[in-house]
């Protein structure tokens, strides 16, 4: 089983919608998660880190679930340039495949 | 800085040709990392590094070669090429591997023929 496993999508929304999304893991002891945002296949870049108390950032909230073991995504108000596919890097240099989001107008 | 920069972009091979793939890194980060990215796949670690000198396999390492004389390098040695290993090929750096931030180089793509 992967270390960190993620839905795949495709999450199809329309402007200004709220999109949610998570990734699984299966170590326990796992400390520190992130997401990473990655356009065209191009190079992943860090969107945000993920803390035991939950993360905001803007329109972006992440949040960490230990008892489930789960970490989520969730993008208020979406915009066209939130088109991407997400990432979740876990324990040990472990990605998940990526959740893929198209935001349409 | 530069940040991590990886050459070539794009390599076409022949079955059985080997090549290496570049990496280089400027924020003397101590972590270094091989990934691969196939459709569906998301990003497989090949071969990581916690320091000069000091390598250990990832998750898909079968057919892949690395060293790490310097901080700044982490080269990836394809010894005979196959089809399977047509992928994009991208290096990171990190100051830790776990809890920081990992650094990304722009991909090399390459096809196998």
């Known amino acids: 089983r992967k270390e960190v496993e993620q839905d795949p999508g495709p999450f199809n929304v329309p402007e200004g919608a709220t999109v949610a999304f998570n990734c699984t893991y299966s170590n326990s002891a796992s400390q520190s998660f992130f997401w990473y945002r990655q356009d065209c296949r191009k190079e992943p870049k860090l969107l945000m880190s993920?803390?035991?108390s939950g993360n905001e950032d803007g329109r972006f909230t992440a949040q960490l679930n230990r008892a489930s073991q789960y970490i989520s995504l969730l993008i208020r108000d979406s915009k066209l340039s939130d088109s991407a596919t997400y990432l979740c890097?876990?324990?040990?240099?472990?990605f998940g495949a990526g959740t893929t989001v198209t935001v349409r107008a | 800085n530069a940040g991590v920069t990886q050459t070539p972009k794009f390599q076409v091979l022949k079955t059985g040709q080997s090549m290496t793939l570049q990496c280089a890194q400027d924020?003397?980060?101590?972590?270094m990392s091989w990934y691969r990215q196939d459709p569906g796949m998301g990003l497989r670690l090949i071969h990581y590094?916690?320091?000069?000198?000091?390598?250990d396999q990832g998750e898909v390492p079968n057919g892949y070669n690395v060293s790490r004389s310097t901080t700044e390098d982490f080269p990836l040695r394809l010894l005979s090429a196959a089809p399977s290993q047509t992928s994009v090929y991208f290096c990171?750096?990190?100051?830790?591997?776990?809890?920081?931030?990992?650094?990304f180089g722009p991909g090399t793509r390459l096809l196998v023929l």
């Open positions: 890097l876990g324990w040990k240099l472990s």
């Open positions: 590094s916690v320091g000069a000198g000091i390598t």
């Open positions: 924020m003397n980060h101590e972590y």
């Open positions: 993920v803390y035991s």
């Open positions: 990171a750096s990190s100051s830790g591997l776990a809890g920081e931030t990992q650094y």
